[in-house]
T-cell receptor, first 109, second 114 residues
Framework: KNEVEQSPQNLTAQEGEFITINCSYSVGISALHWLQQHPGGGIVSLFMLSSGKKKHGRLIATINIQEKHSSLHITASHPRDSAVYICAVLSGTASKLTFGTGTRLQVTL | KAGVTQTPRYLIKTRGQQVTLSCSPISGHRSVSWYQQTPGQGLQFLFEYFSETQRNKGNFPGRFSGRQFSNSRSEMNVSTLELGDSALYLC?????????????FGQGTRLTVV
């Protein structure tokens, strides 16, 4: 079993829909990142969380440390949100990230 | 301020050759981490350097090596290339350790081994 599990693997939504991507992890962590990867490969960090909730524009990320679960929400989705969203955890004192397998999101008009 | 710069962006090599990839971190960042991304295995950690010292290493064979220079620029080297080494290689930089690790990624180097 992977240390970091994401669901769903693939997601298709219509413009304007509310989207939720989930991430569960099985190790103790010091922080969790939500990353966005567009075709072409470059990765952008959307959020870094160690507790609670963060909001940036139409994006909201939450984390529940006790349940070892995080969610990324996109409100009023738009075709430009189409990308792969990756959850990554920084575990304990290790200076490395462990990644989920990613969620491929396609938002259509 | 300039972001994380990886060169080259694309590379085609033949089996058995070796390759060197470069990563220039954001100015002032002392930690550089390397990752391999393949369709089958996803993103996997290769190694992390901090102040010219390898601080952490992933589960990759010894053909994968790296180093960091005094200006924090890092290189990774893959010797005796195999077809399975075809991947997107990403580096990320941060000031030090801790929760900011992973905040800044480069665009990656796409390596194709033929």
């Amino acid at each position: 079993k992977n240390e970091v599990e994401q669901s769903p693997q693939n997601l298709t939504a219509q413009e304007g829909e509310f989207i939720t991507i989930n991430c569960s992890y099985s190790v103790g962590i010091s922080a969790l990142h939500w990353l966005q990867q567009h075709p072409g490969g470059g990765i952008v960090s959307l959020f870094m969380l160690s507790s609670g909730k963060k909001k940036h524009g139409r994006l909201i990320a939450t984390i529940n440390i006790q349940e070892k679960h995080s969610s990324l929400h996109i409100t009023a989705s738009h075709p430009r949100d189409s990308a792969v969203y990756i959850c990554a955890v920084l575990s304990g004192t290790a200076s490395k990230l462990t990644f989920g397998t990613g969620t491929r999101l396609q938002v259509t008009l | 301020k300039a972001g994380v710069t990886q060169t080259p962006r694309y590379l085609i090599k033949t089996r058995g050759q070796q390759v060197t990839l470069s990563c220039s971190p954001i100015s002032g960042h002392r930690s550089v981490s390397w990752y391999q991304q393949t369709p089958g295995q996803g993103l996997q950690f290769l190694f992390e350097y901090f102040s010219e010292t390898q601080r952490n290493k992933g589960n990759f064979p010894g053909r994968f090596s790296g180093r960091q220079f005094s200006n924090s620029r890092s290189e990774m080297n893959v010797s005796t290339l195999e077809l399975g080494d075809s991947a997107l290689y990403l580096c990320a930089s941060s000031l030090g350790s801790g929760e900011r690790l992973g905040a800044f990624f480069g665009q990656g180097t796409r390596l194709t081994v033929v």
